[in-house]
C-alpha cells in the first residue's frame, strides 16, 4: 500500500529553522510531482511548496519564498522542506502530497498524515 510518512516537525523559536522529511513507500513516487501543504486551526489547508518529478522546477507561497526550499531525493523516495527563519504564523501541520504538480491540493493523488511545527514568539 503506497503511503507518505512526514517527519521533522517540532517546536522552535521565531527565527529558528527545521527541515521536515516525507519518505514514501508502497511505490515509488519519482514520476509525481510532490508539494507540501499545511493547515493551521480555524483555517483551510493552504499550499506552502511544490516540486517537480525531476526536481528542475519548485513552486512556492508568497508567504515562504526565499525563507523555506523544497528538494527531493527520489534514489530515497523522499522529499524535503528546509524552513529558514521561521515566523509564529509558520505554525501549522504540515502536509506533504504526490501527484500533478501546482497549488491546488485536489491534484493531489497521496497524502501523509500530517507533522505539526509550533513556533514561539
Known amino acids: 500500500q503506497a503511503q507518505l510518512v512526514e517527519s521533522g516537525g517540532g517546536l522552535v523559536q521565531g527565527g529558528g529553522s527545521l527541515r521536515l522529511s516525507c519518505a514514501g513507500s508502497?511505490?515509488?513516487?519519482?514520476?509525481?510531482?510532490m508539494g507540501w501543504f499545511r493547515q493551521a486551526p480555524g483555517k483551510e489547508r493552504e499550499f506552502v511548496a511544490a516540486?517537480?518529478?525531476?526536481?528542475?522546477?519548485?513552486y512556492y507561497a508568497d508567504s515562504v519564498k526565499g525563507r523555506f526550499t523544497i528538494s527531493r531525493d527520489n534514489a530515497k523516495n523522499t522529499v524535503y522542506l528546509q524552513m529558514n527563519s521561521l515566523k509564529p504564523e509558520d505554525t501549522a501541520v504540515y502536509y506533504c502530497?504526490?501527484?500533478?504538480?501546482?497549488?491546488?491540493?485536489?491534484?493531489?493523488?497521496?497524502w501523509g498524515q500530517g507533522t505539526q511545527v509550533t513556533v514561539s514568539s
Open positions: 508502497g511505490r515509488t513516487f519519482s514520476s509525481y510531482a
Open positions: 516540486i517537480n518529478w525531476s526536481g528542475r522546477d519548485t
Open positions: 502530497g504526490a501527484g500533478s504538480v501546482g497549488r491546488d491540493s485536489s491534484k493531489y493523488d497521496y
